[in-house]
T-cell receptor, first 110, second 112 residues
Framework: GQSLEQPSEVTAVEGAIVQINCTYQTSGFYGLSWYQQHDGGAPTFLSYNALDGLEETGRFSSFLSRSDSYGYLLLQELQMKDSASYFCAVQSGGYQKVTFGTGTKLQVIP | KAGVTQTPRYLIKTRGQQVTLSCSPISGHRSVSWYQQTPGQGLQFLFEYFSETQRNKGNFPGRFSGRQFSNSRSEMNVSTLELGDSALYLC???????????FGPGTRLTVL
């Protein structure tokens, strides 16, 4: 089966940089995604990595190493509104079979 | 484009009852996935439908079922409700060949 590990909670200061790591075990790996979910809201897509390397989208970047079964989400210039839960998700086994991690709750403090 | 919609948004049922939840995907999206979200468990995959066919299924008991209609709208049904079924049920739609899932606001089910 598939399994993902990510820290349960992270606290960071406004304006700083934070990295949220994700390690996974899966067969038939297609790609690693990241989603953001605010309390009471629905998950929203942040990024997707299918190949090794760094993908940058504004203040957010995501990295993947397929050989290490590891990825991370990097958030720069943290803002209070970035306080949310962040989920990594593995797409594997074809089609849209997506397995989510249990999420990392990020708290941004002044 | 309108986003993914789910109805109802909130539902209260008692043990033993059955419930049907509805999801309308983004126009043009043919893949619809369902997830159960509970505190501490993250999002757990229920099943995925494409063109009225179930392509993937998670590890949930047979009390959980779903279907998809020709217009890509999807329903999921839970029979013989248990207290542990209380959760946020999310559906997500995906365009063909795409990797991004677009989530609806969810249906909050409470089983008493």
């Amino acid at each position: 089966g598939q399994s993902l590990e990510q820290p349960s909670e992270v606290t960071a200061v406004e304006g700083a940089i934070v990295q949220i790591n994700c390690t996974y075990q899966t067969s038939g790996f297609y790609g690693l995604s990241w989603y953001q979910q605010h309390d009471g809201g629905a998950p929203t897509f942040l990024s997707y990595n299918a190949l090794d390397g760094l993908e940058e989208t504004g203040r957010f970047s995501s990295f993947l190493s397929r050989s290490d079964s590891y990825g991370y989400l990097l958030l720069q210039e943290l803002q209070m509104k970035d306080s949310a839960s962040y989920f990594c998700a593995v797409q594997s086994g074809g089609y849209q079979k997506v397995t989510f991690g249990t999420g990392t709750k990020l708290q941004v403090i002044p | 484009k309108a986003g993914v919609t789910q109805t109802p948004r909130y539902l209260i049922k008692t043990r033993g009852q059955q419930v049907t939840l509805s999801c309308s995907p983004i126009s043009g999206h043919r893949s619809v996935s369902w997830y159960q979200q509970t505190p501490g468990q993250g999002l757990q995959f229920l099943f995925e439908y494409f063109s009225e066919t179930q392509r993937n299924k998670g590890n949930f008991p047979g009390r959980f079922s779903g279907r998809q209609f020709s217009n890509s709208r999807s329903e999921m049904n839970v029979s013989t409700l248990e207290l542990g079924d209380s959760a946020l049920y999310l559906c997500a739609s995906t365009g063909q060949g795409a990797d991004t899932q677009y989530f609806g606001p969810g249906t909050r089910l409470t089983v008493l």
